[in-house]
């Protein structure tokens, strides 16, 4: 079992920043991919940044500019940082890894709201 831990989410007002952090720890034999997905309320779960192993790659479009996904292999950590952000952004963001062998796994989620 690989479990999740995720922090950094808050109150933040339109064009402030956060930075996300998301650990993973258990029984992992090796990760492929780790990223953040997002669900506002009344809207369906979609994937907001991911990142490979091999350290490539992928944005929504309405992110990107913005954020900026990045992991530490050593620390089986992944981290989003998310500058100028939208009262759009406000929703739960949650951490998502696919590891090799037991299959993808998924944070509690944490709250981030964008309001003035």
């Known amino acids: 079992q690989v479990q999740l831990v995720e922090s950094g989410g808050g109150l933040v007002q339109p064009g402030g920043s956060l930075r996300l952090s998301c650990a993973a720890s258990?029984?992992?034999?090796?990760?492929?991919?780790m990223g953040w997905y997002r669900q506002a309320p009344g809207k369906q779960r979609e994937l907001v940044a991911a990142?490979?192993?091999?350290?490539?790659?992928n944005y929504a479009d309405s992110v990107k500019g913005r954020f900026t996904i990045s992991r530490d292999n050593a620390k089986n950590t992944v981290y989003l940082q998310m500058n100028s952000l939208k009262p759009e952004d406000t929703a739960v963001y949650y951490c998502?890894?696919?590891?090799?062998?037991?299959?993808?796994?998924w944070g509690k989620g944490t709250l981030v709201t964008v309001s003035s």
């Open positions: 998502n890894v696919m590891e090799s062998s037991w299959g993808t796994y």
């Open positions: 258990g029984s992992i034999f090796s990760i492929n991919a």
């Open positions: 990142i490979t192993s091999g350290g490539s790659t």
